[in-house]
């Protein structure tokens, strides 16, 4: 891109009509905050740091002063990486020098590094050895309107800092239109409003709410895909019709426009966007949209191979039996929002995405009853050459020697084969279905902004982590369930889960205008408007709804005396706050005075969970250190075996073979460090991707493992003063006390059901069954909250042949332990801070 187009296309952003007064408003900023309301589209995360990198270097050649740093925090690592190049690029610098990032794992900052994105996480950690901030001159806080857990942990922070560092100046920047919250909390601070850039959105929603969210995303993204085809030299600036969408007068009760200048004609894209409620969503829809691949191929060759005919027999004067045109051959075939309701399918004989597949059906004779001649063999009569060509068996009558018939039939197949491409159909374009979800590796993330190939659509499977920030070019089309999966705290576990609810309205619009980023969009809603209606207007910030264990672990290590009192933006509840104070006095990070322990400091300055960090302490001493890495990694990478799907027979036996020699009988965790260790030693790339397929684990998640590994053990050895990482061998006994030693607080014993394992017509896999599945099997008892649960049928203890008796787990999915060893009860008694009382579970 030359420096004219650059800066072209940023005098266009919004944000840049309002420079000056920004500039202005910071240089003379009286109460050190100014709250920045960019909406959708208005570039404020890529140009305001541009912006404050220009005041800070002023001001430090009048003092003739080294410049400081400008720390800039997003919620998600993917978006802290992505704005860094993006700022890099525009700025026309070496990553990793001027502008760097750092996040959970990774980090590209040098000595020269002025402008610093990061996680909210990361400044967190970063405060921990400097609470002053003293290399710092601004705080950027983006997407404040997220309130994620740190991002809320950083404003009660920085409010408190401001007082005593009176040279620091705070922007919070937000796209949510209800800013109130924060101009409440920072008192008389600065309010600046800017607009945004967002194209008129089109918005369609259900009739009546589909059961299956998946499915329903399905039969959307054929319908988009067949009924706006990419023309064969499609461009960025082509514009495209959506057929789900009646005209702008059938839009629902309230016409949404997208930005001040919505009306304005831009540039349109032909991919779609999906957002799906978590991982599970995505990879089962990944895999039927792959399926239908091959169905839309076999579909295009057959409407090709018809239209073909077609042709050839209207130039020898013939007609089809029908005398009709094969609906199934228009391109743009119009089939309203009712394509994806549910009684549609079930009126359907054959596949419910069928109605999306026109013209995939069995070649037929011709009406006149004569046999389907070839391909070559039509040709050359429609040629009207000196050749006839009789059926099959039929003598051919030469007019010339071999080599004019050889010409000939070139001639005609060279024809055939020009007539096939001009003709187009529905399927023309390929589909690339692209995942984005927070624990896919970076690497993969990264590919949902690389262009796709030519002829084909890109269609991006995402959770909330596309909902802002991230622009993925070429959207034009949205397609939303609604959903996400937010972590819930649980009073019977005591313990976070992920559970799946319904997102908020500020969320649904910021979804739908991801479609009006570069152009007019799209979006369909699979739901209904009365659905929408009825939603909150913001969803429940994470504070209220978490548990607060490793909150309460970072306000101690950022020195706050009684974090009940700190200042929260919203305060959580004093009765999760004393519980996440009771369960790491138990875990030894707090004394009894509340203050913390080694080992606290010890977990504090280590990017995992207080129980994952136990585990890494723990490991220490009794030398295994090395396999608790591993299997810390392998936790936090959130790497599952699964069995694939559809498997039968002996290929369903070869994969339980193989399993076999992975499977400890007594431990998934040690599973877990049998298949990284198997994976790690294989020396080629093929090898391990093959490796995966074959045991049914994600590739990229044990990539993933491998980078939280190296950066765990760097930092043990760092901040453990550590000469080596030693290692506890096959001494699995070693290993698995361990394990009871960081888990002892999600310990359970055996209650009822000693012999054949299996769950009651009540369970579920995901632990949410009715009645909570407890009727019968083999029930446990968790030790500190006296909680009745099952161990989860992906263990490799749950086919155990003899019921184990005590069990220590990483975590609870409804009433299902997860990754579940085997330990001696004798081995928690021996733990000085175990009482058998509730006090809350721990999730690793």
Not at 414 to 439: F, G, H, S
Not at 595 to 609: C, D, F, R, S, Y
Not at 724 to 739: A, D, P, Y
Request: aromatic letters at 6%; glycine letters at 6%; proline letters at 5%.
């Amino acid at each position: 891109m030359s420096s004219s187009t650059l800066s072209e296309l940023q005098s266009q952003l919004p944000i840049r009509q309002n420079k000056e007064e920004i500039v202005r408003r910071l240089k003379s900023l009286e109460n050190q905050v100014m709250i920045l309301i960019g909406e959708t589209g208005s570039g404020k995360t890529t140009q305001v740091p541009q912006f404050v990198y220009d005041i800070v270097t002023e001001e430090a050649r009048t003092l003739r002063q080294r410049a400081k740093m400008i720390a800039i925090t997003q919620p998600r690592r993917i978006a802290a990486i992505s704005v860094a190049k993006r700022v890099a690029f525009e700025m026309k610098c070496e990553l990793g020098e001027l502008v760097g990032y750092q996040v959970r794992f990774e980090e590209r900052v040098s000595r020269e590094t002025r402008i610093k994105f990061m996680t909210d996480g990361m400044l967190v950690r970063e405060l921990m050895l400097d609470q002053d901030l003293k290399r710092c001159s601004f705080v950027l806080l983006d997407e404040a309107h997220e309130r994620s857990l740190h991002s809320d942990i950083l404003l009660g922070f920085l409010k408190t800092l401001l007082n005593r560092r009176k040279d620091l100046k705070l922007i919070v920047m937000s796209a949510t239109l209800h800013p109130e919250v924060f101009i409440d909390f920072f008192g008389g601070a600065d309010v600046l409003k800017v607009p945004g850039r967002s194209h008129k959105v089109h918005i369609r929603c259900l009739p009546r709410a589909e059961d299956d969210h998946v499915e329903a995303a399905l039969m959307a993204v054929l319908q988009i895909h067949r009924d706006n085809p990419m023309p064969p030299s499609a461009s960025s600036s082509s514009s495209s019709s959506f057929s789900l969408f009646a005209p702008d007068s059938e839009e629902p009760r309230k016409k949404r426009k997208r930005g001040a200048d919505s009306d304005k004609k831009g540039k349109a894209g032909y991919d779609i966007l999906v957002f799906l409620p978590g991982q599970g969503d995505i990879e089962a829809l990944q895999a039927r949209l792959n399926e239908k691949r091959e169905v839309m191929a076999q579909a295009r060759a057959e409407m090709v191979e018809e239209k073909l005919q077609e042709i050839l027999r209207a130039e020898r004067g013939e007609t089809s039996g029908t005398g009709k045109k094969e609906a199934a051959s228009e391109p743009g075939s119009k089939e309203k929002v009712a394509a994806v309701k549910r009684d549609d399918r079930e009126n359907n004989t054959g596949s419910p995405q069928m109605d999306f597949l026109p013209g995939l059906r069995k070649r037929k004779l011709d009406s006149e009853g004569e046999s389907e001649k070839s391909t070559t063999e039509t040709t050359a009569e429609a040629n009207g050459k000196n050749v006839t060509v009789e059926g099959q068996g039929g003598q051919e009558e030469e007019q010339g020697g071999q080599e004019v018939k050889d010409q000939r039939r070139a001639a005609s197949e060279r024809r055939i084969n020009a007539i096939r491409k001009k003709i187009q159909t529905p399927w023309d374009a390929d589909i690339l279905v692209l995942p984005i979800y927070a624990a896919l590796p970076l690497e993969e993330q990264q590919k949902v902004f690389q262009p796709a190939p030519p002829n084909t659509r890109k269609v991006v499977l995402a959770t909330n982590i596309a909902e802002t920030s991230l622009t993925v070019p070429g959207i034009s089309f949205v397609v939303d369930t609604g959903l996400a999966k937010v972590k819930q705290f649980k009073p019977a576990s005591m313990s976070d889960q992920l559970v799946q609810v319904q997102v908020a309205k500020a969320n649904v619009m910021q979804r739908a205008g991801r479609a009006g980023r570069e152009g007019p969009g799209n979006a369909l809603w699979l739901f209904t408007e009365d659905d929408f209606h009825s939603r909150p207007e913001q969803m429940e910030p994470e504070i209220l709804r978490c548990d607060l264990d490793h909150v309460f672990l970072e306000l101690k290590a950022l020195k706050v005396d009684n974090p009940i009192k700190f200042p929260f933006v919203s305060v959580p509840s004093k009765e999760y706050l004393r519980a996440a104070a009771h369960k790491l006095l138990k875990l030894g990070a707090l004394d009894k005075k509340g203050n913390l322990t080694e080992i606290g400091q010890k977990m504090a300055v280590l990017p995992v969970t207080p129980v994952c960090g136990l585990l890494l302490i723990e490991s220490v001493s009794l030398e295994c250190a090395a396999e608790m890495l591993t299997i810390v990694s392998m936790l936090s990478a959130e790497v599952r075996i699964e069995e694939p799907k559809r498997l039968q027979g002996a290929e369903r036996k070869a994969f339980e073979t193989r399993m076999k020699k992975l499977r400890h009988p007594e431990s998934d965790h040690l599973t877990l460090l049998r298949v990284y260790n198997t994976w790690h030693q294989l020396p080629k790339d093929a090898e391990k991707f093959r490796f995966c397929k074959e045991h049914g684990v994600n590739s990229g998640s044990l990539l993933k493992a491998k980078s939280i590994r190296e950066q765990l053990k760097s930092l043990m050895l760092q901040q453990f003063q550590l000469k080596s990482i030693t290692s506890g061998g096959n001494n699995w006994e070693v290993i698995r006390k361990c394990l009871c030693r960081g888990l002892f607080l999600n310990s359970a014993v055996l209650v009822r059901g000693g012999g054949a394992m299996g769950f009651s017509g009540a369970d579920s896999e995901d632990g949410r069954g009715p009645g909570r599945g407890m009727t019968g099997g083999r029930v446990y008892e968790t030790k500190a909250t006296r909680t009745e649960a099952k161990i989860h049928p992906n263990s490799v203890l749950f086919h155990s042949q003899k019921a184990p008796k005590c069990i220590v787990f990483s975590e609870l999915i409804g009433y299902l332990c997860r990754e579940v060893t085997v330990v001696d009860e004798r081995w928690l008694v021996e733990i000085p801070t175990f009482r058998e009382v509730p006090v809350g579970g721990a999730h690793a």
